[in-house]
DNA sequence: TGTACATCAGTGAACGCGCGTTCACTGATGTAC
DNA sequence: TGTACATCAGTGAACGCGCGTTCACTGATGTAC
C-alpha cells in the first residue's frame, strides 16, 4: 500500500526534521524571530538547501501552523462525547486550557498567526464540526439547548452562549500563557469551577 | 507654575508628535513591523535626529505601552465605584471591552508587549489597586463577598473568583479584537449576558 | 554485474534590502553683557 | 539694542548586521540496458 518510494520517505523524514527544528526556535525566540538562516543552522543545512523542501520561510510558517492546529484538534476531540453534555462542556474546557498549558508554543502560534474570520455574521458562519474546535463546542451547546438544559433568551441563544463559553475558556488559557506564566497556583481547580460557575449560570 | 521654558515644551511637543506617529505605524503595520527609521521617515526627521528625544527604538515602544496603559485605566476608573457592586462588575467589564473595541491598537499593543509577572502565588499579588486594572476588579470581588453576594468556597474564593471574572472578560475582549475582528454580530449585548451569567453562577 | 547517464540533494557565493546606532558636523535658537 | 558666545536640534553619511532569495555548480544516488 505504501507506493512511496525510499527517496520519498527520506525526503518526507527531512521536511519533518526541519519542522522540528523550527518549532523549536519558535519555542526558544518566539515567531517573531524565527529567521530561515537560522533554522538552516541548526538543522546543518545551507540556506538554499531548505528550498528543496519548502517553497520558502513562509511555507515553513503554514506548516507549522497548520501542524498546530491538528495537534490542537486532535486533543480536543478525545473527549468522549458519550459524557452528559454538561461535563462533556467542562472537560472540553479543560483540554483546551490543558493544551495551551502543554504546549504554549504551539497554541501561540496559533494565536499569534490567526487569519481573521471573513466579514460573515456569526450565525452564518458554521465550519462543518468535522475538523475545526469551534463546531465541538457549538454542537454541544446545541444538544445542551436540545435536551433543555440551557434556555435561550430572544437575544442570547446558541450563538451567543458558544461565543460566550469559548471566550471563557481561551481567555483562562491565554492569561495562563501570558500574563500569569510564572504564577504558582492551583489553576486546574480554578479553571473548572470557573467552567462550572458559568455553565450553572447558562443552565440559571 | 509651569516652570517649563519654551524650549522645553516644544521639546515636549515634539516628543509627543514622534509617539503618535509611531502609534499609527503600529496600528497600520503591528508592532513586529516597527521601525524607527519609518518612524522618522513620516515625521519628516532623520534617523538619526529622533535620538534627541528617545534613547532608542526600544525607549519608544516603551513610551507606547506606558501610554496605552494610562489610557486603558483610565478607561476602567470611569466607571463609579458608588454603583451597586453586581452592577459595578458588570459595567466594569464592558469598560474593558469596549477598551479594545475602540483602541484595538492600544489593546493589542499592551498584550503583546506584556510582561510575565513575576513568579510569586496569585495570592501574594497585590497591586495596590491604585493604578491597577486588576487591582479594580479585586476590590470589587472583595466587596462582593463582603456583602455576602459571592459565597466562598474553601478552593474557590476571592483570588479564583477575580481570575476567572478577568479572564471572561479578557477572553471576550480579545477574540473580538483577533478572530472576530470582522465578524457583524451585536457583540455588546452577548458580552452584558455572559458577564451576568457568570456573576449569577458565582451568586449561586 | 558493470557501465553510462539522468536525476536529485545540497552548496557557496552573491544579490539587494532595511534595520538600529554612531559620529563629526552645522545652522538655528537662546543667553549674557 | 547689538554683539559674542554657548547650547541646542537636527543632518548625512557611514558602520556592521542578519535577513530571504537566486543561481550556477557539484558530488551522490538511482535507473536502464
Keep these: 500500500m505504501d507506493e512511496s518510494t525510499p527517496r520519498q520517505r527520506r525526503s518526507e523524514r527531512t521536511r519533518q526534521s526541519i519542522l522540528q ?10 515567531l517573531n524571530k524565527l529567521s530561515l538562516r537560522e533554522i538552516a543552522r ?15 520561510k513562509n511555507e515553513i510558517v503554514e506548516a507549522l501552523v497548520c501542524d498546530a492546529s491538528d495537534r490542537f484538534f486532535a486533543h480536543l476531540n478525545r ?6 453534555v454538561e461535563d462533556y462542556l467542562v472537560e472540553l474546557g479543560m483540554a483546551y486550557i490543558e493544551f495551551a498549558h502543554l504546549n504554549p508554543d504551539h497554541f501561540m502560534l496559533m494565536f499569534t498567526h490567526y487569519q481573521a474570520l471573513p466579514v460573515v455574521s456569526l450565525d452564518d458562519f458554521v465550519p462543518e464540526g468535522d475538523s475545526n474546535a469551534y463546531g465541538l463546542l457549538m454542537d454541544a451547546v446545541q444538544r445542551a439547548i436540545d435536551a433543555g438544559l440551557f434556555p435561550v433568551r430572544p437575544d442570547y441563544g446558541k450563538v451567543g452562549m458558544t461565543y460566550s463559553l469559548w471566550s471563557l475558556v481561551h481567555g483562562l488559557a491565554i492569561l495562563q500563557a501570558t500574563y ?14 470557573a467552567i462550572r460557575t458559568f455553565i450553572d ?3 440559571q
Tied chains: 1, 2.
Excluded at 527544528?21 to 518566539?30: F, N, S
Excluded at 538543522?43 to 519548502?54: H, T, W
Excluded at 500569569?180 to 469551577?193: A, G, I, M, V, Y
Design 79 to 84: 473527549i468522549p462525547k458519550t459524557l452528559p
Design 201 to 203: 449560570g447558562l443552565s
Design 21 to 30: 527544528v523550527a518549532l523549536e526556535l519558535v519555542i526558544e525566540k518566539g
Design 42 to 56: 541548526r538543522a546543518d543545512y545551507s540556506p538554499a538547501g531548505l528550498y528543496e523542501y519548502f517553497g520558502g
Design 180 to 193: 500569569l506564566r510564572q504564577f504558582k497556583w492551583d489553576f486546574p481547580t480554578s479553571d473548572r469551577h
